[in-house]
């Protein structure tokens, strides 16, 4: 199975992005992040005309918006923390072919101790609390997405213009790895240990011609899925093409 993760910035705007994508590709999953497009217009058509029979999509409007595509059938599916009222859309989950997908779009934050800064904390928090509850470290989980952090030093082009910015600040690092210590394994450093790639640029200074970028995209999985993959890795070329959006796809290969 080849399961992607993709921050696609507008499913509306980048529609032609997807299918040229997949159509190249053919991943058996592709989870979206920044949909941004209610549930009522998302482009059901034009995605099952490249294979994907089976979606579980969750927006409401301009901002946020999270979907799962599939070539499988998508069971359980679970859009947002259950019991917890927040507008905003960010999280949908399934399970595909006996593997259990949590698709994220991580809260972007802003400046610490500012109030979109602690709810992104937070958030990753509840994240956590969901999984313990819903999951075992024993089954095949994997967690994609956004994460808006960068966990380690490799995962960004300079660490001294990066200290204490959005991004890589500690509390921020602090409570993704706690996330992690659910037992996740972040297939991209399996498979390629200390190489230092991005899957985000900005649009501005020549950031993605010169590769300055962080890692701000990730696939994790429970053990026993890890056991399975076969490869991960970024594939920046769509970052290169015409009114991109400034993320590129993670993907990788599990023998499930």
């Not at 969750?58 to 259950?82: C, H, M, R, T, W």
């Not at 009222?85 to 259990?100: E, F, N, S």
């Not at 985000?200 to 994790?220: A, E, P, Q, T, V």
Request: glycine content about 4%; hydrophobic content about 40%; proline content about 6%.
């Amino acid at each position: 199975m080849k399961i992607a993760t993709w921050n696609i910035n507008s499913i509306s705007t980048r529609l032609d992005h997807v299918l040229r994508w997949t159509t190249k590709n053919h991943p058996d999953v592709l989870c979206l992040q920044e949909t941004k497009v209610p549930d009522k217009k998302f482009p059901v058509a034009r995605l099952r005309s490249v294979g994907y029979e089976y979606m579980a999509y969750s927006g409401e409007g301009a901002y946020n918006g999270v979907a799962i595509l599939s070539k499988y059938p998508i069971e359980d599916v679970q859009k947002n923390f259950p019991r917890v009222k927040d507008p905003q859309q960010r999280l949908i989950a399934g399970t595909v072919q006996g593997v259990k997908v949590v698709n994220v779009y991580v809260p972007h934050g802003t400046r610490i101790g500012m109030p979109k800064f602690e709810y992104k904390l937070d958030w990753i928090k509840r994240l956590r609390k969901f999984l313990d509850k819903r999951y075992s470290v024993d089954e095949l989980v994997l967690l994609c997405g956004d994460f808006n952090i960068t966990p380690h030093e490799l995962d960004l082009w300079n660490i001294p213009i990066w200290v204490n910015k959005l991004h890589f600040t500690k509390p921020e690092r602090d409570v993704i790895q706690h996330l992690k210590k659910w037992g996740f394994i972040d297939l991209f450093r399996l498979i390629n240990e200390d190489v230092q790639e991005y899957s985000w640029w900005d649009y501005f200074h020549h950031s993605f011609d010169w590769n300055k970028g962080l890692r701000l995209d990730h696939i994790w999985t429970s053990p026993p899925l890890a056991d399975l993959c076969r490869d991960c890795w970024i594939d920046k070329d769509p970052r290169g093409w015409d009114h991109p959006t400034d993320h590129a796809p993670v993907v990788a290969e599990l023998s499930v």
